[in-house]
């Protein structure tokens, strides 16, 4: 918790991974993009870190370019429009100016050239964000079965029409009586892709000749506004995957706007009624939803 809420261990001693993560905003950040040290603009919106305490999820990011939760909490530090320092190296040597921090990782890690210090840092840092989640919420104890009455009837309503005739619930799983409310699973929104379309073949075959991987790849999605349109594919390499994006979970959602992967959609209403849209299109025949309905969905939805 303290390397989480530490400024000091920016380039310029503004920035920690709580500016971005703030538990007031269920560990999301309000922006419609991360903003790092300098005022410096990334290109994806902060996802919360509510449910991954309870997720089984193995890989993380919106293109899901880690698969190890340890490699992911270290690569802001060295992002440079998130926290700046370039080289992990810093961070050993700003930590190592620290008596506090000097004191303990003495203890835990002594000395070996770095690497146990990091892994060190690495491991604090995914317990502490495993041990952070949304408080119980309305939704929770009517699952759980301990609050029968905690949805109010619209609220129920809406949890009908997300099972079945909205079609939610196929990736944003409701199993389990505190789900994750996630399928961990890459889909196409229909957001933000029209900026890449007219140069595709020139971002793509840059993105496969330069084939980087892990927090390297992650500086560039980062700085390179186009190539972050492209998603998974910046991954995997494969056509299928442009413009694909993780499933976020919806646990506590009605405190993370904006929304989708690049905060391109202001509000939750606006939001509901884009995956009207969009599942509409997929399936190939309306939803049909009638204003009822909707409203009973928003309804559902803020109960998370």
Known sequence: Q?????????????????SCHIPAKNFADGRRVAIGVGGRTGTRNTPSLAA??????????????????????????????????????????????IPDYRNHFKEAAPRDGGTRE?????????AYVRSVDRPISLFDGYASGRDPTALSAQAQRGLAVFSNKGRCAQCHLLEGTSPT????????????????????????????????????LGNRVATHAEEAQLGR???????????????????????????????????????????????????GRPLGLTIEERNDLLAFLIAL
């Open 2 to 18: 303290k390397l989480f809420n530490d400024t000091r261990l920016s380039s310029d001693r503004s920035i920690s991974c709580a």
């Open 52 to 97: 991954i305490g309870l997720s089984a999820s193995s890989t993380f990011f919106w293109d899901g370019r880690r698969t190890r939760l340890d490699q992911a909490v270290m690569d802001p530090f060295t992002n440079p429009v998130e926290m700046g320092l370039g080289d992990p190296r810093i961070l050993l040597d700003k930590i190592g100016r």
């Open 118 to 126: 990091l892994a060190e840092i690495a491991l604090a840092l995914s």
């Open 181 to 216: 409310l996630t399928d961990h699973a890459f889909h196409r929104t229909g957001v933000g892709f029209s900026d890449a379309q007219d140069d595709l073949p020139k971002l793509t075959s840059g993105v496969i000749e330069r084939s980087l991987q892990g927090a390297v």
């Open 233 to 283: 594919f910046n991954v995997t390499h494969e056509v299928s995957d442009i413009a694909m994006f993780r499933t976020p979970s919806l646990r506590g959602v009605a405190l993370t706007a904006p929304y989708m992967h690049d905060g391109s959609v202001k509000t939750l209403s606006e939001a509901v009624d884009r995956e009207i849209y969009y599942r509409s299109l997929d399936s």
